[in-house]
């Protein structure tokens, strides 16, 4: 399903009238045939198309599916790195092994062999400076 269909298939899904139209133009041929299948069931045709044309929730694009917040994730992870690149050598470090992989202050610091309030202010000065990087990458405000 293109990007297009699936806008199209959300937009139908929260009301929108001519999403709905497009999408019911586009597969017309198909819904024919389902109601078709559904005809025994029905007083009539129109109530059978109805009926199938109502488009179930799974139709939903997901938001993972969808190459452009796929762009704009990969475009923010990608400047984040990029800002995490810029601190200084012990910075980075310290900030990675606090914010990335869940180490306490007090395993920073036998890590890396200074105290806890040494990792403490590493990491506050550290943060500081990321915010910054982020803003000049227009991550942060």
């Known amino acids: 399903m293109t990007t297009q269909m699936r806008h199209c298939v959300r ?7 001519l999403a709905i139209e497009e999408l019911l133009q586009t597969f017309k041929h198909f819904f024919r045939r389902q109601a078709d299948e559904f005809k025994d069931y029905y007083p009539n045709r129109e109530e059978a198309l109805s009926t199938v044309t109502d488009l179930p ?7 993972n599916d969808d190459p452009e917040q796929h762009y704009s994730k ?12 810029r601190l200084p050598k012990q910075h980075r470090k310290i900030i ?17 062999g200074m105290s806890k309030s040494s990792v403490r202010n590493y990491v506050n000065s550290g ?11 227009g991550l942060a405000g």
């Open 127 to 137: 943060t500081e400076k990321l915010k910054i990087y982020l803003m000049e990458e």
């Open 74 to 85: 990969e475009e923010i992870r990608w400047k984040t790195w990029r800002a995490i690149g």
């Open 96 to 112: 990675c092994l606090r914010y990335f992989h869940g180490y306490s202050y007090q395993d920073i610091a036998k890590e890396c």
């Open 11 to 17: 937009a139908a899904q929260q009301g929108d009238k």
């Open 57 to 63: 929730e799974s139709l939903m694009a997901s938001e």
